[in-house]
């Protein structure tokens, strides 16, 4: 089956002591001891960003890896992706993430991991990449539609409780037509996707929600179901 797990915050970059959503990430693939591998484009390749990944994860039960596109591991990028469980893509310039991808042919090899049940995973950039469109602040200045990936059907819009602006900029979004209907997630919040289709919402916060957000008549948001991974581990 064919999975994504958009996360609007959280994991180990923004809650390193709770490993409630990153656990979750790791226990979707079938293997005993995943490959997971972070793909920090966005960032830039963050050095500091790359340390805090293998921070987190060489303490769990897994074989930790990075992808780096500044300095490449392998000529052949889609065996090496290919060859991975978990690819888990980092926060930061969305747009500078596209832009990479399709120039590296990542966008056509990450489709075919998809399609080879590789589980695509990410957090900010790394969620909203995987849609038709997110909301992004990656051109400077205020929060602007753009145009992704397409693998998920809808618009994303992340950090919906983290920023102040996030809400009302996605909502006059929505209304103006700017941007197709989607969901908004509050930090700690994870989309699982199985097959195209919204499996379960999950969250390593108490009170962290999704919110189904569309134009009928006016805008609407809807809070939807989602379940506390606190009460299942």
């Known amino acids: 089956m064919k999975q ?3 996360l609007g915050g959280g994991g180990f970059s923004m809650e390193p002591e709770n490993p409630l959503l990153d656990t979750y990430v790791l226990n979707q693939s079938r293997k005993v001891k995943p490959k997971i591998c972070f793909i920090p484009t966005a960032s830039g390749d963050s050095d500091n960003y790359i340390s805090r990944f293998y921070n987190f994860f060489e303490k769990q039960n897994c074989t930790p890896s990075h992808l780096s596109l500044f300095k490449p591991p392998t000529r052949d990028l889609e065996r090496f992706i290919l060859d991975k469980d978990i690819m888990y893509v980092g926060g ?8 990479l991808w399709k120039e590296w042919g990542l966008d056509t090899i990450l489709k075919k991991a998809w399609e080879q049940e590789v589980v695509l995973a990410g957090i900010s950039a790394g969620s909203i990449c995987w849609f038709e469109e997110g909301v992004t602040d990656s051109f400077g200045g205020e929060l602007e539609p753009l145009e992704c990936l397409g693998f998920l059907k809808g618009s994303n819009c992340p950090h919906y409780d983290g920023e102040t602006i996030r809400r009302r900029s996605y909502r006059e979004l929505v209304s103006e037509g700017k941007i197709k209907s989607g969901i908004a997630t509050d930090d700690g919040v994870a989309l ?7 499996s379960k919402i999950v969250s390593s916060r108490p009170n962290a929600r999704a919110y189904k957000v569309y134009y009928e008549n006016r805008v609407n948001e809807i809070e939807m ?3 506390f991974l606190g009460d299942w581990y």
């Open 4 to 6: 994504v797990i958009a």
């Open 92 to 99: 930061g310039n969305t747009r500078n993430l596209l832009v």
């Open 192 to 198: 699982h996707y199985v097959n195209n289709d919204l």
């Open 225 to 227: 179901e989602t379940k």
